[in-house]
């Protein structure tokens, strides 16, 4: 991951001195610099390079606008009718109930509300607790797809596994077959995927699919899916591994309501899968956060519910907003990929002189009052050299606020 300069106060002096698995978690994120001390995320430099700037920030994946109003309001009327204390550990029946009449309306997949679901903390409570929970040993190998959403690595590291990447390459961002192949063996526990994909923006092939699913089997591997983006695919409707045959004894599909009804600091997800492997996750979930959010977990079972037009239109806005923003970035010179996916636009700055991409980055709040995130800070320190130039521009922000940065970036002198 790129380093950053920028480091965390005071109590940097001593903290080379302090034993512990944070160390190893800071390592795997590349935040530890090689002197001990630990470094903010780049999310959070560049946040604050975009206060500093008063630029726009498109780099953190949050929308600007509110969602649909049914789920605020039944989260206004939760609180107001007293829904303020521990929810049950697996989480509310109501929202237990949600998830699965969600999964069998969109996927065909039955799952069971009782035994097969666990509410989390979000997709990430999900994610650190499923790998917390199935690591075993340093030998342990977990297979991700590189670029890759930041908290994988940390969390790998965390749970003292290996990371072994596959990685997602121009033009189209899908992984090689034959590569695939080799990087899964024995020695895998998981095979991470995220579908559709921060941040290249790809939605596997089923060819990839089938695959994935081929190999876990072969090599009695887990599968563990990140589908936050699930409802927000441009190219057709998603497909989650866990329907694909012989897949849903050994899937763990995880999601989360943040992206689909713009609630992010909600932080309402959800895992479901075989009822042995959720009960190992929820071993380990429970002694993490144990519970959380009890007003929202009856909104999100509204949201959960809301006709499918909520959907497709929430699809084909960000869809357009995507447009806005890569003709934006086409008409200042970058070269876009156009995303199957997900709240993010890729873009080639090299033709504008940003081959060192997080160095352009880190320029652009100043030069261009705008805020982007290297695609760098998703990928390990040695492919760094086969990424660069590409630039990670988010799409979920106002229209009024994408077409102002497009006409901030054309105008800029790189
Ligand atoms: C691929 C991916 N997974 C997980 C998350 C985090 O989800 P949550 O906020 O539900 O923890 C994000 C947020 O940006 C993401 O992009």
């Known amino acids: ?63 600007d606008e509110d969602g649909p109003a049914e789920v605020l309001e039944a989260a206004r009327a939760a609180i107001a009718n007293g829904a303020n204390q521990y929810p049950p550990g697996r989480g509310i029946p109501d929202l237990l ?99 559709p994909h921060n941040p290249t923006g790809v939605v596997f092939s089923r ?14 591997a ?6 936050v983006y699930e409802h927000l695919t441009f190219t057709g409707p998603h497909v989650p591994l866990a329907i694909l045959p012989g897949a849903a004894e050994r899937t763990l599909t995880i999601s989360s309501a943040g992206k689909t009804f713009s609630t992010t600091g909600w932080k309402i997800g959800w895992i479901h899968g075989p009822a042995d492997l959720i009960t190992a996750v929820l071993t380990v979930k429970q002694y993490l956060t144990y519970v959380n959010g009890s007003a929202f977990q009856p909104a999100i079972a509204a949201g959960l519910r809301l006709p499918d037009s909520f959907f497709t239109d929430a699809t084909a806005t960000l869809a357009r907003k ?13 070269t876009v990929n156009a995303p199957q996916g997900g709240y993010f636009t890729v873009a080639d700055a090299t033709a504008l002189g940003g081959s060192d991409t997080a160095a352009f980055c880190r320029a652009m709040p100043e030069r261009a009052g705008v805020v982007a995130i290297p695609m760098s800070a998703f990928v390990s320190a040695e492919h760094q050299k086969d990424y660069s130039g590409l630039v990670r521009f988010a799409a979920c922000k106002r229209t009024s606020v994408l077409e102002e940065a497009a006409s901030r970036l054309a105008a800029a002198r790189w």
């Open 97 to 195: 109930a949600a998830i699965s009449e969600h999964q069998q309306r969109f996927y065909g997949l039955a799952v069971d509300p009782a035994s097969e679901i666990i509410v989390t903390a979000g997709a990430t409570e999900a994610l650190t607790a499923t790998l917390l929970a199935l690591i075993d040993s340093p030998d342990d190998e977990v297979v991700v797809f590189e670029p890759y959403y930041d908290s994988y690595a940390a969390a790998v590291a965390l749970a003292g596994a290996r990371l072994r990447t596959v990685p997602l390459r121009r033009p189209d961002f899908q992984p090689d077959l034959e590569r695939l192949a080799e990087t899964v063996t024995d020695r895998t526990r998981i095979i991470l995927v995220n579908d």
């Open 222 to 227: 887990v599968i563990v899916t990140d589908e």
């Open 1 to 63: 991951m790129v380093a950053v300069s920028v480091a965390y106060g005071l109590s940097l002096g001593c903290m080379s001195a302090i034993p512990g698995a944070w160390r190893r978690t800071a390592a795997g994120a590349g935040l530890l610099a090689p002197d001990g001390a630990v470094a903010p995320t780049i999310f959070a430099e560049m946040s604050a390079a975009a206060v500093e700037h008063d630029a726009i920030n498109l780099g953190q994946g949050f929308p």
């Open 207 to 220: 060819a990839v699919q089938d695959e994935i699913v081929r190999l876990a089997e072969k090599h009695d």
């Open 322 to 334: 995507h447009e806005i923003l890569g003709a934006g970035l086409r008409a200042a010179g970058f």
